[in-house]
């Protein structure tokens, strides 16, 4: 069961929703391309996911 602590993580961790390297546009939840310049955003979608469960992991395990 999720705990607040776990919970407040991910809602923090949506306002690090990673931008687009090429032309820095903001990421829509969803996405896996970027909307502006169709750069493939999955590597970091990918580490964005990574460090956000290694994160909740991390301390409530
Ligand atoms: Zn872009």
Do not use: H
């Not at 690090?16 to 955003?41: A, I, K, L, N, T």
């Amino acid at each position: 069961m999720a705990t607040n602590n776990q919970i407040t993580k991910v809602l923090n961790s949506l306002g690090q929703f990673p931008e687009c390297p090429s032309c820095g546009v903001r990421m829509r939840f969803g996405d896996q391309e970027c909307p502006r310049c169709g750069d493939d955003m999955y590597d970091d979608l990918w580490a964005w996911a990574e460090a956000l469960i290694d994160d909740i992991t991390a301390q409530d395990a």
